[in-house]
């Protein structure tokens, strides 16, 4: 072991709670070698008066203990400080305490036996994380002086889901002459100015329902009944697909568009004005939006400055190059771009690009054809948001996760005597395949994490038939059966996204695409495309498999089974996308073998 990597735990106070001596003594003798403080009990009494008199940077805990056990214990010191980080030492067999564990919002756990490593790295992953936190409290503060500083300056309303009125800031009330108590509980559109503004309110409204955002030129009326005009943007405040509210941020835009209503008119009459106002768009467009323009093979033909800022560029040395070299997994893009440009004018696309030294960005991009004279395409025009810190957000709520999925998909395959790399290439191929099918990165990784508690269900099941190697009974198979329905109603209780989706899985994967298949008996796509994948891919590595009452089949003998299947119990778009990936699926399923 490599006694350097782990130098960043000097200065580390931990409290360590094990009632068994030799395991106890052990593993003390080696965290006094890198901690800087150590405090040790022997159950979970002892460990929560050391943790009141010590406050600990970090706790670890074994379960199962006499007098108090280490959740007991976890719960009180969630009640003390929310944000505790603590480290459960898990046997196989604590399964119904890990969903404990989970209600608690523990995030750290390490199986026994334990390995020294494996508990080091998991510590220094937890250090690295405490720095974070302190750099984000930092930057919350500065966040907290911004959002000051927005309040002063922009205006804000916030709606409930009927569009009517929960919050104004003091700039909006004046703005619109009203005061606090009279706009809360009125419609966000009372006072709209209705003169040519019929179009506008009706792509607001659907909009904001299909895309979750709108954003435009807004006319509306003082209290004293003069107009002011903004340039709103509202978005949609979603949670679990349900949306909670509404926020609109505004700017108050009232001179400049009055000034372009009366000089516009002179632009019919006056082409050297036309020519002045065509330069001063393409400036706003300059300065207001990310924009890329590429021709039909991909190479960059202009680009304003939030574009090249965004990777790291000076514009000029973006120009000649291929967008597409800059994308990260290129695939099909070019190909299905076209196709969608061409067939509904534009296509809203998430992006990856590699900028100047290896960044990284992710964008949300609407891409446009623009066409000659004839109605060819000519060349395409993307305006693109950074969303890169978004979707971090977001991969790092799965991490938190996903250590805990894996155990628990690890503890029903050893209960099962399979192995537990049965549900790592699970995982992976089914990300794999949600990829090739079109699905986001984002729910293509959710669907890598969720996937391994697919067989949950079946710690309900008695081991005598989970592991009978002989054919089961019609009775022993309908109990086989059930662990569908118990793992979703086991994963159900949990509000959480990712567990979420696990639930769907587990309760789905059985389920077949022509309907005979249980416990729902679901048809074609009103079976989840997460538990479609996973039904794929978990009869596929079923199959190469051994198991207790049967031997692997050949490659040819399961690819005959799933194409014999397409369209009976696999989804047939699926497969055909499985067949065309064949070969980059073995090589998944041989890494893990």
């Known amino acids: 072991m490599n006694n350097s990597k782990f130098n960043n735990l000097a200065g580390i106070r931990i409290l360590y709670v094990e009632d068994d001596l ?93 390995s020294v490593e494996r508990l080091l790295y998991k510590l220094l992953d937890i250090v690295e994380q405490m720095n974070l936190a302190r750099a984000a409290e930092q930057s919350y503060k500065l966040l907290e002086q911004y959002k000051l500083l927005v309040d002063e300056k ?11 009125i929960t919050y104004v800031n003091s700039r909006f009330c004046e703005l619109s002459g009203y005061s606090e108590e ?73 001179e400049i568009y009055e000034k372009f209503e009366r000089l516009s008119f002179n632009l019919k009459q006056d082409l050297n004005e036309k020519k ?75 992006i990856k690009l590699e900028g100047k030294g290896g960044f990284k960005c992710t964008l949300s991009t609407i891409i446009v054809g623009i066409h000659n004279q004839d109605g060819d395409i000519h060349s395409l025009m993307s305006l693109s948001h950074d969303i890169s810190e978004t979707i971090q957000r977001n991969e790092d709520i799965i991490d938190n996760q996903k250590d805990l999925i894996y155990l628990l998909g690890e503890v029903v395959e050893n209960r099962s005597k399979e192995t537990g790399s049965h549900v790592k290439r699970v995982a992976l191929i089914s990300e794999f395949i949600a990829r090739k099918y079109g699905l986001s990165d984002e729910y293509a990784a959710m669907i890598k994490v969720a996937s391994p508690l697919h067989d949950i269900g079946k710690i309900g099941i008695s081991d005598a038939i989970l592991n009978k190697p002989s054919r089961l009974s019609r009775s022993e198979y309908q109990q086989i059966q059930g662990h569908a329905d118990l793992g979703f109603q086991l994963l159900n209780k949990l509000d959480k ?72 119990q696999f989804d047939p778009e699926l497969v055909d996308l499985f067949m065309d990936n064949i070969d980059e699926i073995l090589q998944i399923r041989n890494q893990f073998k």
């Open 22 to 114: 030799e395991t106890r003594e052990e593993l003390q003798s080696i965290l006094e070698l890198y901690v800087t403080e150590l405090w040790v009990a022997k159950n979970g009494q002892e460990g929560l008066a050391l943790y009141r008199e010590n406050q600990p940077d970090i706790v670890i805990t074994d379960i199962q203990m006499p007098i108090m056990n280490g959740l007991t214990m976890a719960a009180d010191i969630k009640m003390i400080n929310p944000h505790q980080p603590i480290v459960i030492l898990s046997a196989h067999n604590d399964v119904e305490y890990l969903f404990r564990a989970l209600e608690l919002d523990i995030q750290h756990y390490v199986t026994k036996p334990i």
């Open 154 to 164: 922009a205006i804000v309303v916030k709606m409930d889901i009927n569009g009517d």
């Open 182 to 254: 009279e706009l809360v509980g009125r419609h966000y559109l009372f006072n709209i100015y209705e003169h040519n503004q019929q179009e506008t309110i009706v792509d607001l409204k659907q909009a904001i329902l299909t895309s979750k955002k709108w954003q435009g030129i807004l006319k509306k009326r003082t209290k004293s009944g003069a107009i002011y005009v903004v340039d709103a943007s509202v978005i949609a405040i979603v949670t679990d697909n349900k949306i909670d509210e509404f926020v609109a941020l505004m700017v108050d835009v009232t």
């Open 276 to 350: 002045h106002y065509l330069h001063e768009y393409e400036q706003a467009i300059e300065i207001g939006t990310s924009l890329c323009v590429i021709d039909t093979e991909g190479i960059i033909i202009s680009v304003n400055k939030n574009f090249s800022a965004t990777l790291n560029y000076q514009p000029n040395e973006l120009i000649g190059q291929s967008l597409f070299e800059l994308l990260l997994d290129c695939g099909d893009f070019k190909d299905r771009v076209l196709k969608k440009v061409q067939e509904q004018g534009f296509s809203s696309r998430i």
């Open 497 to 568: 996204p990712l567990i979420k989706m696990a639930a769907t899985i587990a309760h789905e994967h059985h389920e077949y695409y022509n309907g005979k298949g249980y416990p729902a008996g679901l048809m074609g796509e009103h079976i989840a495309i997460e538990a479609r994948i996973v039904a794929l891919v978990d009869v596929f590595d079923a199959l190469s498999s051994q198991r207790v009452y049967k031997e692997p089949w050949s490659d040819e003998s399961i690819i005959e089974y799933i194409i014999n299947n397409k369209a009976i």
